[in-house]
Every structure is written in C-alpha cells, then in structure tokens.
C-alpha cells in the first residue's frame, strides 16, 4: 500500500506537467523575425541597378502580433561606421495591404554618391499600432536590415 502511494504522487506530477507542455504555443519564430523576414537580391549592385526586395511578414503577423502600417525602404550606411553626414536614401514607402503576408517589389538603385564597395544596408522601417493605456492606438517604428555592397 505504501509502496503505491510513492508511484502515485510522481506519476500525478509528471501527468500535470505533460498538461502544461501541451498548452503551451511552440514560437516557431526567431525573435528577429518580428519586424518581417527582409531577403534582397543581388547584395552587390552598382547605381542604375535593379534591386529585388522581398519582406515575409508571417512570423510578424501571426506569432508577435505586429500588422505594418507602412513600410518604408532605404539605403543606409552601418551605424558602426557612419559619421553622422550620411543620411538614408528613400528608396519606396508602401503602406500594408489588409490580408498581405509580404511586400515584393524591385526597384532601382539612385545615382546617389556612395563610397565604391563599401557596404551598405538595405533598412526596412515599419511603422504599427500598439495600444494605449486607455484602448486609443498610437504608433511606433522597428525595422530590420539586410547587408548589400555598392560599386
């Protein structure tokens, strides 16, 4: 009877943690994937270039909750080596298409001034709702960056 009652208690606490483990949501998503899965090609252009730039916003969307309002593309210089006298290039703003998982576009490199192969970022800028302390929305901005050399 004594010996019974040692298996039982472990058994009920192994029963109750597998109940917790199966309630909990597995994140299939990297933390870095919260602000959109930013992919270019090719990551090393010259100016009059295309530029493919695909951005998938599932893990954004479905496992952090972040719908973009806008999405702002641009051309940055590293902050580890900018000395404050390079501001981005714009290169589109899009705004979000209710029901959109992705924005995908191509657009062409400016004959801007650059520093020949030295490397740039291709920043992506989303600009989402949270929710205030008292139910209104307001906005705030993340982004996302992906490394692409210029000649």
């Known amino acids: 009877h004594c010996l019974t ?3 039982a208690i472990p058994a009920a606490i192994l029963s109750l943690a597998g109940l917790v483990a ?4 597995p994140r299939s998503c990297a933390q870095a994937q919260r602000f959109g899965d930013l992919t270019i090609s090719p990551s090393t252009v010259n100016p009059g270039d295309e530029l493919s730039i695909n951005v998938d916003f599932n893990c954004a969307v479905s496992s952090f909750g972040i ?15 900018n000395n404050g006298h390079e501001p981005n290039i714009v290169l589109a703003r899009h705004n979000w298409t209710s029901g959109s998982t992705s924005d995908d576009f191509t657009v062409q490199i400016p004959y801007a001034n650059y520093f020949a192969n030295a490397g740039y970022e291709i920043t992506l800028t ?3 709702p949270l929710a205030g302390t008292d ?4 906005l705030v901005q993340g982004g996302t960056e992906a490394p692409i050399t210029i000649n």
Not at 22 to 25: D, H, I, K, L
Not at 70 to 75: L, N, R, T, V
Not at 135 to 138: K, L, T
């Open 22 to 25: 199966s309630t909990v949501v």
């Open 126 to 128: 989303i600009t989402y």
């Open 5 to 7: 009652m040692k298996f």
């Open 67 to 81: 719908v973009p309002v806008y999405m702002d593309y641009s051309i940055s210089v590293p902050a580890a080596v």
């Open 135 to 138: 139910g209104s929305q307001y």
